[in-house]
C-alpha cells in the first residue's frame, strides 16, 4: 500500500466544506471526477456500511469507521464491488481490504483546509496520485460557491 496525501485552502467554513464534501447532490458533482455519474449509498454514521459506487454498479465496499462531524471522517476500505455483488474474497478484494480513507478539516480563522489521505494499491497509486488534487480542486469550487452565496444573502 502507498499513502497519497492532498490538502488544499478552501475560502468557506467547515460547516460550508463538511455538507459539501458528504451531501448526495454536491457529493456526486464532486466525486464525478473519479468517474463521472458515482455516488455513494451510507448515512455516513460510524459503523455503517458505505459503498462507493459508479452508473455500472461497481466501486469500493467500505465501512465508516470515524465520524467527527466537522473535523474528521475515516473510512477503512473493506472490498469491492462489481456489477453490484460485493466482494471480499477475491484477489482485489483483499488488496483493498483495511485501507483508509481519511479526510481531515481544520478551521484556519472562517477559512478551512481540508486534507484527504488515502491508501492505495500500486495499482491506483498514479490514477489517485493525478484524480484526487482535481477532485479536491471540483469540492473547493463548490463550496466557495455556497459560501459565496450565504454571505450575499446574509449581507441583502
Known amino acids: 500500500m502507498h499513502k497519497i496525501r492532498v490538502s488544499t485552502n478552501i475560502r468557506a467554513p467547515k460547516e460550508t466544506v463538511w455538507r459539501v464534501m458528504l451531501d448526495d447532490a454536491t457529493y456526486r458533482r464532486w466525486s464525478s471526477v473519479f468517474h463521472e455519474g458515482s455516488y455513494a449509498v451510507t448515512d455516513w454514521k460510524e459503523g455503517s456500511k458505505a459503498l462507493f459506487l459508479t452508473p455500472e454498479r461497481?466501486?469500493?465496499?467500505?465501512?465508516?469507521?470515524?465520524?467527527?462531524?466537522?473535523?474528521?471522517?475515516?473510512?477503512?476500505?473493506?472490498?469491492?464491488?462489481?456489477?453490484?455483488?460485493?466482494?471480499?474474497?477475491?484477489?482485489?478484494?483483499?488488496?483493498?481490504?483495511?485501507?483508509?480513507?481519511?479526510y481531515t478539516l481544520r478551521d484556519t480563522g472562517g477559512d478551512s483546509i481540508l486534507t484527504i489521505e488515502m491508501e492505495v494499491t500500486d495499482e491506483y497509486k498514479k490514477y489517485f496520485e493525478e484524480t484526487w488534487p482535481k477532485a479536491l480542486q471540483k469540492l473547493k469550487e463548490i463550496a466557495e460557491a455556497a459560501s459565496s452565496r450565504n454571505r450575499t444573502r446574509l449581507s441583502a
Request: proline share 2%; charged share 30%.
Open 58 to 102: 461497481n466501486g469500493m465496499l467500505s465501512k465508516i469507521v470515524v465520524n467527527r462531524p466537522k473535523e474528521f471522517l475515516s473510512i477503512m476500505h473493506q472490498g469491492i464491488v462489481k456489477n453490484g455483488e460485493e466482494l471480499r474474497e477475491t484477489d482485489e478484494a483483499k488488496q483493498w481490504a483495511g485501507a483508509l480513507e481519511n
